[in-house]
């Protein structure tokens, strides 16, 4: 590789980092709970050194979004929210003892490590399940889960990771991605 494309290469990486460096600052800010110059310069600075002493790996944006897919996760989404906390509070206040708890592990197709992440975030947010740890290696979400007793209670909630998973897929994975939930 020439100097000349190893530079390009260093400067696509840069662009790369933007969205992140702008959120770090934005974060930063809100933290802060100011908006002034010097919470900028100091955002900005600390963003570029925890990027550079934290290196992670970019996480790969396929660059394709349907807007009607998102927004039919985000109703859906919107709606196991309200549900859940519905069932948990009923369970919480309930005279009978809570069915039972248990982990679950729940088999995703994707191999995107963007997927994978919004899928474990969304399926924590909901109220009554908690992922407990993500398995990259094999694309395994572990998650603990209320509300689990004999019967189908399992198969549902792992249902409901793969309905996640598949609103996901179709709002924002990569054309791989959907050629293999098709199958």
């Not at 190893?6 to 702008?22: E, M, S, T």
């Amino acid at each position: 590789m020439t100097e000349r494309a190893v530079k390009r290469n260093a400067k696509v990486r840069l662009w790369l980092q933007v969205p992140l460096l702008v959120v770090l600052v934005v974060l930063w800010m809100l933290l802060w709970g100011q908006f002034t110059a010097l919470s900028f310069v100091t955002g900005l600075v600390l963003a570029v050194v925890v990027t550079r002493a934290f290196y992670l790996p970019p996480v790969e944006f396929s660059g394709r979004l349907n807007v009607w897919h998102l927004a039919l996760f985000l109703g859906h989404f919107s709606w196991r929210l309200v549900v859940g906390s519905f069932q948990v509070a009923l369970q919480a206040f309930s005279p009978q003892p809570i069915r039972g708890n248990g982990v679950i592990a729940a088999q995703m197709f994707t191999r995107s490590d963007l997927i994978m992440t919004l899928t474990a975030i969304a399926v924590s947010l909901i109220p009554g399940s908690l992922v407990l740890e993500a398995d990259r290696e094999r694309s395994i979400l572990y998650l603990h889960v209320l509300g689990t007793g004999p019967g189908d209670s399992v198969a549902t909630a792992r249902a409901e990771v793969e309905r996640v998973e598949r609103s996901l897929v179709r709002a924002l994975g990569s054309r791989e991605d959907i050629e293999r939930m098709k199958q």
